[in-house]
């Protein structure tokens, strides 16, 4: 009869009519096979095609038999590729274990399926995260992840030429989808691919268009960091005037660490965060900003540590989804500010040498951010992706030898979990260019000595 219901299986399972043990992300199969696992758990119907003699009816019935056969083809539910594309992104969304929750790389992700469709990019770059995701989970590379993930950079490439799908928001959140894919799939040797002068270009069209939706808005707010970052050692990468406009327009996303006011931490705050290439790449001219935005790390340090405090205490009586995603959440955060601060506090003490309340507070931050990041290893790899980001902050930053061999073995620990571009032969490069920065820098003797100011000799001395 019509409407039998069938397997929940995974396709590939129901494939070979094999049982499916349904499991997330990946059912043991899928897994053991390295292939992807789609559409487990989703409930079907076996349609079943009815032979009927031919008899003599009246018009009331055969109006009746119309009506039946038009509500049953209703409930036949279509099924094609970008169908189950978009079911296999709903269940990645679903999967609640910190590991494994891709929820981490942006809260709009869940309103993807919906743009699937209508731009080849994002539908290619869609398919190769599903795809790469499955790798991620076995920590081995198939040559399907690869495939689907050189379609993706391939279509990619043919819809930038495009004049108007080359810069709209979908071949944006394509690109962004594919940077999430070479940190999964990118190992030690190779050379990544910066995105960012493309995100630039499009986020300078973008930014500006009429009936902007919380897609675009939440998409912007989170692209816009990673361009930001890229921005400090890539000079093409131009921050004004579109910056500005996007702040003004996009709210931060919901799922931001904020404070009790329900606000971004000021250190944290996009306006803020978009000063630090500049802060970096000419420190000699901008001290005071400099101290400024220390200070500002300093009182926000304390600030986050406390809630980072309560969601360790939480985590010790409950192993709910939300406590432990929350307290991965805040130890990103709380790396990430002291990172920034291990950076500041060096140009600082280039201006100062000497200031022992500089150096017991640069043992400070290092220590923490290197026990944190020590205990975020459990959440591996998804919840502590941002662990190599924090290391290179430190890597450039630091001259002592005990505390570079430190980051390195947690490097070494972390990344065979997770097949990771070597963050700190990356980071060389900005290393160079962070410490020839620093040899522009006079200390305020000099600096005073030289434009005859000796005034202001106090104020630009640090004090702790």
Known sequence: MPGVPSSRGCEACRKVKKKCDQAKPSCSRCTRLEIPCVGSGQKRYKFIKEQKAVVRRDAGQVQKDHTTLFLESLRQIPSNEITLMGGSLVSLLNVEDVRYDVSYYGPF?????????????????????????????????????????????????????DPEQGRSVSTMCAIYLIMVCEGWLTVPGETPVNHGEAMMHIMNTVVYKDNMGTFESQLLYTLAIPVIMESVFNPKIKLSPWLDTLIERCPPPRRNVKDESGKPFDSMNLRNLSRYPVLLKHPEHHYYEILSAYEQFKIDFVRIEEHLLKFELESTVSTSANTVRMLSRFQAAYCMILGLAFILNKILRAYNPGNDALEAESLVFFERVMEISRQSLQYRPIGACFLPVCMAFLWVASDDEDQLDQIQSLLIT??????????????????????????????????ISSSGDSDTLSELTYLS
């Not at 571009?421 to 620093?438: A, K, P, Q």
Request: charged residues 20%; aromatic residues 10%; glycine residues 6%.
């Open 414 to 447: 972390y990344q065979p979990q997770f097949a990771m571009i070597t963050w700190v032969d990356e980071s060389r490069d900005i290393r160079g260019m962070f410490h020839t920065v620093l040899g522009r820098i006079e200390t305020p003797e000099r600096a």
């Open 109 to 161: 992700l869940g309103q993807i399926p919906k743009y699937l469709g209508t731009n080849k990019a994002l539908d290619s770059a869609v398919g190769a995260l599903t795809h790469t995701f499955t790798a991620l989970h076995t920590n081995q590379l198939s040559r399907e992840a690869y495939t689907s993930f050189g379609k993706a950079l391939k279509n990619l490439r043919t819809t930038l030429l």
